[in-house]
């Protein structure tokens, strides 16, 4: 049981240059989202997705883009990277009852924008 | 929009003795669910204890408790007896009852832990 899983681990980029944070799960969950990781800022939700083919902004969406169009799949595309994305994002999913709610979280990804 | 806030960057503790790490947190809902996750060197979010609101009752795994204070809006952590695999960063966080899922967090607290 893989859980959930997050390439590439490390990525450095230059500004302007695109690219995809990939995110899988193969415990069914309904709930997927995203996250990054600042120092002394804690984690802020990009953006999630409750189901294939419904997402929506979380609170730093700008300059991200998202899509689902399985269950199990949920990447996060840079369209034009820019410096302010270097960070940490973690991709984490949960189903959606009450009783399940606890969030598994990928391993990370570090990114470097130049 | 709800708030999560944890006022202690770093805190300390000598190995086996007990820490308690702060949180408060704002909201409007009465119903909700509040968390702690470790984050050491590895990177990887550990769940550590899950709270629900409307339980009056403290949750409590093995050495790690938390005080829960709905009224004051405040979710400490206690760590009992602590161990130098205990040494991370320590982030509270807050989840609407909605299906929606959204995870607030604080800004974290870096324990570190004394042999």
């Known amino acids: 049981n893989a859980g959930v899983t997050q390439t590439p681990k490390f990525q450095v980029l230059k500004t302007g240059q695109s690219m995809t944070l990939q995110c899988a799960q193969d415990?069914?969950?309904?709930?997927m989202s995203w996250y990054r990781q600042d120092p002394g800022m804690g984690l802020r939700l990009i953006h999630y997705?409750?189901?294939?083919?419904?997402?929506d902004q979380g609170e730093v969406p700008n300059g991200y883009n998202v899509s689902r169009s399985t269950t199990e799949d949920f990447p996060l595309r840079l369209l034009s990277a820019a410096p302010s994305q270097t960070s940490v994002y973690f991709c984490a999913s949960s189903y959606a009852r009450a009783g399940a709610n606890v969030l598994t979280f990928g391993a990370g990804s570090r990114l470097t924008v130049l | 929009a709800q708030t999560v806030t944890q006022s202690q960057p770093e805190m300390s503790v000598q190995e086996a003795e007990t820490v308690t790490l702060s949180c408060t947190y704002d909201t409007s809902e009465s119903d909700y669910y509040l968390f702690w996750y470790k984050q050491p060197p590895s990177r990887q979010m550990i769940l550590v204890i899950r709270?629900?609101?409307?339980?009056?009752q403290n949750a409590t795994e093995n050495r790690f408790s938390v005080n829960f204070q709905k009224a004051a809006k405040s979710f400490s952590l206690k760590i009992s007896d602590s161990q130098l695999g205990d040494a991370a960063m320590y982030f509270c966080?807050?989840?609407?009852?909605?299906?929606?899922?959204?995870?607030?967090f604080g800004q974290g607290t870096t324990l570190q832990v004394k042999p």
């Open positions: 966080a807050y989840r609407s009852s909605g299906n929606t899922g959204k995870l607030i």
């Open positions: 997705s409750v189901g294939a083919g419904i997402t």
């Open positions: 709270q629900e609101a409307y339980k009056q």
């Open positions: 415990m069914n969950h309904e709930y």
